[in-house]
């Protein structure tokens, strides 16, 4: 078989590519930089070298979890022999293409294993693939892969939106660095109308030193809090429509919206209680959840939801199925500002945190476009070129 034909050929893996089973790093070798090493599924840690290069498929062979699952390498690494390694003739078959090919189908049907999941080299020999001309191999990958550098792209700066956020949080509300530059007679570097919202000096409070005129108050006092839609459960879900908060996040749409508004749901039983997620625009919450927002002036639902960020800051009831007593999350103490500035860190990071939950809707239809196109391309149902339009329509 001419393997450098241009035309698509189903071609056994053993006929294009070299195997390799990776190798336990020494223990104690390992350090907090370096190249990472790759055991299995995940990252364990870091090493001074290396034994797989950057653009290597890796087939997950043991372990739970992921046997089976295949990755491209995108950095120098070591591989642990939970995984093997797989060297592709480029002039036959890109590892892109390799990738994108078992991205979603993956290889755990070839797992051999019967106590202990696994998959072998003799396995992999095996493997048939339908490899088209390389031009389109070419093609296909990068139709494929801007998609994810999109996603990519806007995971990172979502996060640093984030982390915006909750930077300024903390240094205006937590560590009050303002006060303590004003205290020290450093300027506070902020905008003049801010600056002059912020005291110069500390007083004691039931929290412990809070800026002088501040108080301690009670979530109750500052917010609308009350239960979700206790008639509504999972079973109610639709495939699209507004999204829906469940104790475990966002993780259904329903048909209708109960809110259109900034709010914050609350997780209120099970392991996960105390969790809080800032939902924006239509949206809903349903059983086992309770949900609020600000009603005092001086603050904001931004500055509710960092102050109440975090499972330990929430009086969890409970050891076999944690959950919050609704008396427990008013009574909640908080540290609140006698003027508007929790007001003013809302407007600030509202546009941050808008803005990241766009990119969080772009990377959802980014991800379904390509879950979508995925199959096709690599079957040869859907051209390159019609893809081609589809892509460029949102990227």
């Not at 003739?89 to 019967?114: H, M, N, W």
């Not at 960092?306 to 944690?322: E, F, H, I, M, N």
């Amino acid at each position: 078989m001419d393997l450098l034909a241009e035309t698509t050929n189903t071609v056994k893996l053993d006929d294009f590519a070299t195997f390799r089973y990776g190798k336990m790093p020494d223990k104690q070798l390992l350090t907090a930089t370096g190249y990472p090493v790759f055991s299995g599924y995940r990252i364990v840690g870091y090493y001074p070298d290396w034994n797989t290069d950057k653009g290597e498929i890796i087939v997950v062979a043991r372990g739970v979890g992921g046997t089976g699952d295949v990755k491209l390498t995108k950095h120098k690494c070591w591989l642990t022999n939970l995984s093997i390694a797989i060297t592709l003739d480029r002039q036959v078959c890109i590892p892109e293409y390799f990738y994108y090919a078992f991205k979603q189908d993956t290889l755990r049907y070839l797992d051999s294993g019967t106590s202990i999941s696994q998959i072998t080299i003799d396995d992999l020999r095996r493997l048939q693939l339908r490899l088209p001309p390389l031009a389109e191999q070419r093609a296909i990958a990068h139709i494929l892969g801007t998609l994810d550098d999109k996603v990519e792209l806007n995971r990172k700066m979502n996060a640093t939106l984030e982390a915006m956020a909750r930077a300024l949080f903390k240094s205006w509300f937590v560590d009050f660095d303002p006060v303590r530059k004003k205290q020290a007679g450093q300027p506070t570097g902020l905008p003049s109308e801010i600056d002059a919202l912020f005291p110069g000096e500390f007083e004691d409070s039931a929290l412990g030193q809070i800026p002088k005129g501040w108080r301690v108050g009670k979530l109750g006092e500052c917010s609308d809090l009350n239960w979700g839609d206790t008639n509504t459960t999972k079973s109610a879900y639709t495939k699209t429509g507004y999204p829906a908060y469940s104790a475990k996040g966002q993780d259904g749409f329903l048909p209708y919206f109960d809110f259109d508004r900034t709010g914050i749901v609350v997780s209120a039983i099970g392991n996960g209680s105390g969790q809080t997620i800032l939902a924006y625009g239509k949206w809903s919450c349903i059983k086992n959840t309770m949900v609020f927002w600000a009603t005092d002036s001086n603050i904001s639902t931004e500055y509710l939801y960092y102050s109440t960020l975090g499972v330990d800051k929430w009086p969890r009831r409970g050891s076999a199925q944690p959950f919050i007593s609704q008396a427990d999350a008013r009574n909640m103490k908080l540290i609140l500002p006698n003027n508007p500035l929790g007001a003013r860190f809302g407007e600030i990071v509202g546009h941050y945190l808008k803005r990241a939950n766009a990119l969080k809707g772009e990377i959802t239809t980014l991800a379904e476009l390509r879950d979508t196109l995925l199959p096709k391309l690599i079957s040869g149902e859907l051209r390159v070129k019609d893809a081609e339009r589809f892509v460029g329509g949102v990227v």
